[in-house]
Every structure is written in structure tokens, then in C-alpha cells.
């Protein structure tokens, strides 16, 4: 390994210099090139994502005709439910409801049903977690028990939920609720397990389940994570906006999860929110390491984000691996970091590989990209305090305490292939590092304009390659390289 300066960055020019250049780079992308991974070279797997059958019933089943009240006062969790069993009883169909806002607890879809939210309907989450049935589930990257979904897909296929209408999830009361937990719990040395131990909702898990598609709703102010997609395979979610920093802070409010999961398509998505706006996961720790399910064969296209962790964020639970991605045209405007690369040392055997991104727009983001495999200590690292030891614990605190057999290798970032990325008034261009054991291996940046105040930095990195790349930052300083080898730049 060696320390060394590899690359001498261009001052950064002024604003109208930029803006020509961006124009003349944009032109450059849109017409293609030999390095922008055209679309004619597109895995072969890229056709076989996404939702492959659909329900065909057009029998119409009205919520109303079963007890459901647009009123915002009444439950109507009995009602809506009652209908979707009727529709399924009957070999599918679709069921509506009037124009109103009904507030509801969790409901269960079926085979064979689409539920659609036409235009002034409105879908109001109970704010009481007890209109929330416990359910074995997957929370954080762990298998343990928590409050069903708001809507949720279990154990089935063939499901649509479609429409112009609004999912409000009015998660105000758990994001306050988590954030008095939060400071009680850094305090006592939990800050690792306060995601766990503070039950929230989601807005909609798909779980075990194929053939599933989610098209053209609103989702807002989620109370946990807002679409999961866990342990499912031909999932397709076109269309959705999700608006979670309505009237707040809404605490790891993601916006779509793709967890262990396969042969996902993500398109035409417009996300803001306060965590990761989409997230590639497959699993954490221990557990992860038992489940031992990737997330694979995933295409995320046409699609913009707004305030978040990351447009695309992969990990940071990776311990059964990600790989096999495709993303393309996506638009990061004040969101933290275009694409999102982290992990950590209890993913141990994971690998996220196989990335293809390109035609990538970061506008005012902290960093364009970013990579880590020591992501958040305090997070990722449980230990339990002393005042805790010999106590009787949760069984879930001791799922996250159990330790990886450090038999297995390191976390592994490598194969990565990133193109066509433009940056404009961001902080940093590139923030890259491996460690050491655990270098990031075989990187790719080809045509990338990085207008940027800092460069960046990479290290424990090996076999990259940096074709077409440039940057112009406030200072003229250079992208910082170090404990790496085989870094290239060629023009």
C-alpha cells in the first residue's frame, strides 16, 4: 500500500463556466457514449424484474357497502377488511371507497385484489399501536415480532394497490415518542437498540409474497419505515411520492426498503423523507448471517429525491449481500448523498457487488458519493452496558449482542460501476473508504463532473479506475488518496 496524490483537481470555475460545462456534459450523457453503459448492454436480467401478473377481476367491491365512514373519526379497520375478504372470496376484484378520509388500523390484502385509492380518498393511519396486531416480522435487519403494517401484503401473490388517493400515516405522535425514547436511551448506552424497542408502523410491507404492484399513491408523514418490501420476489412500485417530513422530523422514515429480497423494479419514485430514501438491505449481524437471503436482480430508474440519507443507499445491512443492481436516470436534489454505500464489521460474509448507476444528478447534496464500511459506531456496534449485565434482557437485545464468527471474511464492497454523474453546488465530490483487511475493489467512474467545495478523499481502496473525471472545487484541491493502490485516472 502506499500514501499518495494521485490527481491535481481543477480550481473551480465560475458559476456561468460551470453551468456551460454542465449543459455540454448533460448533452454528452443524453446522446450516450462509449462509457454510459447504453441501454442495448443491459443485463439480460433487467426484463425479468418487476410484477409479471396482475389481478383481472373488475368486480367492484365499495368499502362503504361494508361499514366503512369517510368521517376521520370512525375505525374503519373491521370494514375495509370485510370488503377485501368479500373480494377474495369471490376469486378478486377491486375494492374503492367514496371520496372521504377514513382512518383505519392494519389490513391484510389477498390474492387476487387490488385496492384502489382513487382521487379524494384518503387513507388515515390509527395513531393507537394497539389497531396494530403483532406479527413475526423483520425490523432493522432482525426476525422478531412488531406491530403489523398499516397495509400489508403477507404470504400471498397477485396484488395490486393503485390510485391517486392519499395514505397518511399521521406519524407525528411515534416520531415524538421515539425521539423522547432516543435521548433516554443514549443516556443509558442503548443507542443501538432504540430502533427496536420503540414500536412504530410501517405504511406497507409486502412480505413473502410475488407479483405485487404498487402504482401512482401519496404516502405521507409514515409513522416507521413507509414501503418494505421484505423476502418477495417481482415486486413493482412505479409512481409513488412519499412526503415524510410533513409537519416534522419523522425519525428512519425510509422511503421504499428492498429487503432479501429479488427481481425488484423501482421506477418514476419521488421521495422525501428523513432516512434512507431507498434502501437495498439484507439483513444485520448475527442474524443476518443466519437468514442468509441477498438482495438481487433490482432495476431503480427515473426516480428523484428530496431531503434523506441517500437516492440509493445500499446497507447498512448487507449481511446476507446486495448485488446485482441497475440504476439509471435518478435525480438527487438536497438530499445527503446521491448514491450510498455503508456497512459495518458485524456484516461479516457480506458482499455488495455488481453495481451499475449512471446518468446520476446531484444537485446541493453534502457529498455525491459515499462510501463506508464503518458506518455509525454507535448504531452498529451493540454493547451491553455494565449496569445491564447478569439482568434478564429482551430476546431480540440478545439476537443484536450475539456475535459473528469472525471465521467469516470482512463486509466487501467491490465491482462497482458508476457513470455519468454531474454534481453541482455539492460539498464533497467522492468520500471513499475501506479499512484495512477490507479494501474497496474494482471501482469504475467514467464522465463525471464533480462542482463541488471539496474533492473528496479515498483510501483502502484498490483497482480503481477514474476515466473523464473532474473536478472543480472552491480551492483547487485535489481528491486526497490514501493506503490504496492501482489508482488510475485517465483522461
Known sequence: MRNNLLFKAKPQ??????????????????LGNAYAFPLDEHPVWKNEVGAKQFPSSKLLFSANAYGAKGDSITLNSRSIQAAIDACAAKGGGIVTFKPGNYVTGSVFLKSGVTLRLDSGVVLLGSQNIKDYPIIPTRIAGIEMNWPAALIN?????????????????RGKVFWNLYWSMRKIYEIKGLRWVVDHECQRPRMLLVS???NVSLEGLQLHRSGFWTVQLLYSQNITVNGIVIRNNIGGHGPSTDGIDIDSSTRILIENCNIDCN???????????????????????VVIRNCESGLGGGLIVFGSETAGSIRHILAYNLTANGTSAALRFKSALINRGGTVEDVTAYHINAINTKAAIVVSLSWNPSYSY???PPTYVGKKIPAYWKTMLEK???TLPLPKFQNIHIADVVANNSIIGIDAAGMEGSTLDNFTFNNCLFNVQKAGSISYAKDWTLRNVVF?????DSLSISHSENIQFVK
Open 472 to 476: 472543480h472545487t472552491e480551492k483547487g
Open 208 to 210: 413473502r409474497s410475488k
Open 404 to 406: 459473528v464468527p469472525t
Open 153 to 169: 401484503v403477507l404470504n400471498t401473490q397477485n396484488v395490486a394497490i393503485t390510485g391517486k388517493g392519499i395514505i397518511d400515516g
Open 13 to 30: 470555475a465560475d458559476s456561468s463556466l460551470i453551468f456551460q460545462k454542465s449543459l455540454i456534459i448533460a448533452l454528452f450523457l443524453f
Open 382 to 384: 451493540p454493547t451491553l
Open 275 to 297: 432516512d434512507d430514501d431507498i434502501c437495498l438491505k439484507a439483513g444485520r449481524g448475527a442474524d443476518g448471517v443466519r437468514v442468509n437471503r441477498p438482495t438481487e436482480y
